[in-house]
């Protein structure tokens, strides 16, 4: 008889998910939703690793051929936003596991064409994350998001995705490095899968992964300093003081600009990753996206034991006013987001 491959070795995706079905952590809806996102993923993997030969670098032209296409957030969009957006969106039309779509690259939301079936679920996806890495060759990465869709909604509408982040029954990334990797959490635990080019699956590399509680590594874009509020001055003049300052250690830090990468290095060996609001920025929001970036990070990094807060409170509980809202982020290792929320809590 052939004995069984051995688990730690050849454990895919799709069985981890059935073995979590099998543990109550998740329906047969939301395991084909999480399969349908992993293959559009691996589709977005190829198109990203083709670089230059795939003609698919370069910044989108806007419909009619006129000058570049601008997103609802005023941003030019690459070829790789578009591409990203339109593979998203066509592998999840047709399941019958989603009721409605989000995506950063897009004004509104959309329901599900009437031709298909709807299902219990809204899926939120920022496409191609940190796209400005695109055209050098450095890490980008998709981030989804996933919701239920309230009950007895006829029609679905961006109002019926304004939930609070600790409502996502689903959360995770996919990490187009020099490997690719999906991070994935449904409320229990972190967990992380390698793309194996040659089988075209994932397989798991990393189950429950922990974020060290304490770090001596901070990612921030450090050339918006001078317009950062006083408690977020205050807080990194005290890290850049290192040994020597009231903190009592020296610390390094690293910024990729491609939220997904950071965060992926911090879930990885812990860290800080922040995005504070600055004075360029008169809603004081910050640059980051709540129901995009922040609430499915957050969702990932609290589960691998890390915290996440606007600066102030938990991100998972800010409740959105708005599908494009934006928010100051703070997460990573769990006593360094809290020192530095302190900073901001006690200076109010
Ligand atoms: P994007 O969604 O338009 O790609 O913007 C989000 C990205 C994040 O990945 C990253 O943390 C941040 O923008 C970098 O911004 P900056 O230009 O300040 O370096
Ligand atoms: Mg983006």
Known sequence: AVSPAPDSTHRSLTRFLIEEQ???????????????VARACKRISVAVGKGALGGVLGDAVAAGGDGASINVQG????????????????????????????????????????????????????????????DVNV???????????????????????????????????????????????????????????EQGSFVLTQRAMRIPEETREF?????????????????????????????????????????????????TRGGIFIYPWDRKDPGKAGKLRLMYEANPMSMLVEQAGGAATDGRERLLDVLPGQLHQRVP????????VEEATRYHVTHD
Request: charged content about 20%; some cysteine; hydrophobic content about 40%.
């Open 22 to 36: 099998r543990a109550g952590h998740l329906n047969p809806e939301l395991r084909l939703l999480i399969e349908v």
């Open 219 to 267: 990612a921030i874009n450090m050339s918006n300093q001078r317009h950062w509020e006083t408690p977020m001055q205050d807080y990194v003049r005290d890290l850049l003081a290192g040994s020597e300052g009231p903190r009592g250690k020296d610390f390094n830090m690293r910024w990729i600009a491609s939220m997904v990468a950071d965060v992926h290095r911090l879930l």
């Open 75 to 134: 941003e030019a969009q690459k070829k790789l936003d578009v591409l990203s957006n339109e593979i998203l969106l066509e592998a999840n039309a047709w399941g019958g596991h989603l009721a409605g779509l989000a995506s950063e690259e897009m004004d509104h939301s959309q329901p599900i064409p009437d031709a298909y079936p709807r299902g219990n679920y809204l899926l939120l996806f920022d496409p191609l994350d940190g796209s400005s890495n695109i």
């Open 139 to 197: 890490s980008v990465g998709t981030i989804f998001s996933v919701l239920r869709c309230p009950e007895g909604v006829a029609e679905v509408g961006d109002q019926h995705f304004l939930q609070a982040g600790r409502e996502q029954v689903a959360a995770g990334y996919c990490i187009y490095g020099p490997s690719t990797m999906l991070v994935l959490t449904l409320g229990h635990g972190t967990h992380a899968f390698t793309l194996d080019r």
């Open 329 to 336: 982020v703070f997460l990573g290792s769990k006593r360094e």
